[in-house]
């Protein structure tokens, strides 16, 4: 198993770790142009050309953070279809270990590439933000709210939150693109169509699995009566409690998900 998590991560690693090296500098590069003594270089004529340059360079990092997400959730998918589903897998599966096994160690992977780009994404943040007006704002901001509303939360606690939500909820789309691509092998006409339909209709129906759960138990009305009786203290709990709760539902539904592709793969597709 170890074996197969170390494959598996090297693969994804040599197509991936570009990527994490570009936003790295670019973080760098905006953090300069964010700088008093940028602006220095700009005198009152031209002085709103700085401002421009500042706010395209931020959202072009932003928008290259969005893209990273997305390129890993592809490079993952592509990679379980090369070394499980196409004739590349026909070698893989000699490998003495169950069908369950070879989709977990790459389910786990997820969950290791998605923990390394939070981490990534918090020291972007960081070198971004950390030591500006703009963090200490936000610092101070978060504090009276905490103040304000008798609530125990900090800047730390909101990242932290974040940031396991975003991965967990990633690793769960990588691990549905799993699950999704095996079920499109089953039909012999239209496979990628039946990957789209299968992953769309997973998708919509856990969705609404989960919101009837939650108004079941009263959670949606009372975030809905929170909201329309502008009660902050309730709103910012239940954002915060839900985050969690959230994260840890993805974590099931990821390992889920992998067991049910390990399934089909071993039922129908005949793999071990």
């Excluded at 704002?137 to 939360?153: P, R, Y």
């Amino acid at each position: 198993m170890l074996n197969l998590l170390y494959y598996d991560f090297l693969a994804v690693f040599k197509k991936l770790w570009y990527y994490v090296l570009i936003i790295t500098g670019l973080a760098f590069v905006v953090r300069i142009l964010w700088s008093e003594a940028f602006l220095t270089l700009f005198d009152n004529s031209n002085f709103f050309i700085g401002l421009v340059i500042r706010y395209v360079a931020l959202g072009f990092l932003c928008a290259f953070g969005v893209l990273i997400v997305v390129i890993a959730i592809m490079v993952q998918a592509q990679w379980f279809d090369e070394n499980i589903l196409s004739a590349q897998g026909q070698l893989t599966n000699m490998y003495p270990v169950s069908s369950v096994q070879l989709v977990m160690s790459k389910v786990i992977n997820s969950f290791i590439w998605a923990f390394i780009l939070s981490l990534v994404a918090v020291g972007v943040f960081s070198v971004f933000c950390v030591g500006t007006d703009v963090f200490k704002g936000m610092v101070e901001a978060i504090a009276d709210l905490s103040t304000n509303n008798n609530i125990k939360i900090s800047f730390g606690s909101i990242i932290s939150t974040s940031c396991f939500f975003v991965a967990t909820a990633t690793v769960n789309l990588i691990s549905l693109c799993y699950l999704s691509q095996t079920i499109g092998q089953v039909f012999a006409n239209f496979k990628n169509l039946m990957v789209l339909v299968s992953f769309v209709a997973i998708f919509v129906v856990v969705l609404l699995l989960l919101y009837l759960i939650f108004s079941a138990f009263g959670v949606v009305h009372l975030f809905n009566e929170a909201i329309a009786n502008k009660q902050s203290e309730t709103v910012v709990r239940l954002v915060m409690s839900m985050g969690t709760r959230f994260s840890f539902i993805n974590i099931l539904l990821s390992f889920f998900y992998g067991f049910m592709t390990g399934c089909i793969l071993r039922a129908r597709l005949n793999i071990m």
